[in-house]
Structures are given as structure tokens and as C-alpha cells.
């Protein structure tokens, strides 16, 4: 079950590709903006796909309300960066892909259709104190989260 709003994010530090390998940590957003975490299961899959395009197209809006957006799934950075050029997603992806991060804000699930362990389909708004404001997990990982209410989340803390 993801964690609870009001809870204190769990920091973390993960690798991104897009270009150069480098550090993706949310403690470095803290008293600057606010930051959406879109954890998601598998890079190259159809659902997943359409989420990242989707938020890629309306990446001002996010920017607009002062807020960044990462995209968190158990994929080698390798994997993302060829994922993210193939289908023109513009927004920061991180590997986690020894599964801490999604454990830490209780997205991960232990056998995905048999694949594995990976990250359930879940949108955390962390604010510029690094308090979670908003939590969702959705019931499948077919499902999207609400993104109407991240905004209107994200509209409150501007």
C-alpha cells in the first residue's frame, strides 16, 4: 500500500541516462519546487507508454505549477534512455532497479504477471518540504492515476 499523505518522502538518490549517466535525488528539489513521482511498472509497454507521451505533451502545465516531474520504474537507466528516445518522453526518468524506492513508498509488488517484482502504477505530489500531499495507487497497473486531481493538488501548493 502506498504511503500515506502527510508522510515525510522517503529521499532517494537513483540513476538516470539521458545522455550521461547522472544522479536523480529528491532531496535536491527541496524548498524549490514541488515534485510529481510517477512510479510505473516496465518501460516499453503500452499503458506505460501512453502515460509518459500523455505527461510529456502537457509537461508545461506541470512546470506551470512549479512542480518537476520523475518517472520511476525497476528498468535499467540503459533500458529508459532507449525507451525515452524511441518514443519522444521528455520528462526525467530514474532506475530503480534495485527496487528500494518503490519498497520505501510501498508501491512494489512481489510477482507482476509472473514477471518479477517491479513497481506498481502509483503518482505521489511531494511539496517543497518534502511532505507527501498527494498518494494514489492505482487498483491495476492498467489503470491511471487521477491526473486531474494531481493538478488540482499541485494548484493548492503554489
Not at 27 to 53: D, I, K, W, Y
Not at 143 to 151: E, G, H, M, V, Y
Amino acid at each position: 500500500m502506498a504511503i500515506p499523505t502527510g508522510s515525510q518522502a522517503p529521499d532517494f538518490t537513483l540513476k538516470s541516462k539521458m545522455g550521461e549517466v547522472k544522479d536523480v535525488t529528491l532531496s535536491e528539489h527541496r524548498g524549490q519546487s514541488n515534485v510529481v513521482l510517477l512510479f510505473f511498472p516496465f518501460a516499453f509497454t503500452g499503458v506505460c507508454t501512453s502515460e509518459m507521451c500523455d505527461i510529456t505533451a502537457g509537461l508545461g502545465a506541470y512546470s506551470d505549477l512549479n512542480a518537476k516531474v520523475i518517472g520511476i520504474s525497476v528498468d535499467s537507466p540503459f533500458a529508459q534512455e532507449a525507451w525515452a528516445k524511441k518514443e519522444n518522453i521528455g520528462i526525467t526518468l530514474a532506475s530503480d532497479l534495485n527496487k528500494e524506492t518503490a519498497f520505501a513508498y510501498g508501491t512494489l509488488l512481489e510477482n507482476l504477471g509472473g514477471f518479477g517484482s517491479a513497481s506498481a502504477r502509483a503518482a505521489f505530489v511531494i511539496d517543497k518540504a518534502g511532505v507527501v500531499r498527494y498518494s494514489e495507487q492505482t487498483p491495476t497497473p492498467k489503470d491511471l492515476p487521477d491526473f486531474n486531481a494531481i493538478k488540482t493538488k499541485l494548484a493548492e501548493l503554489k
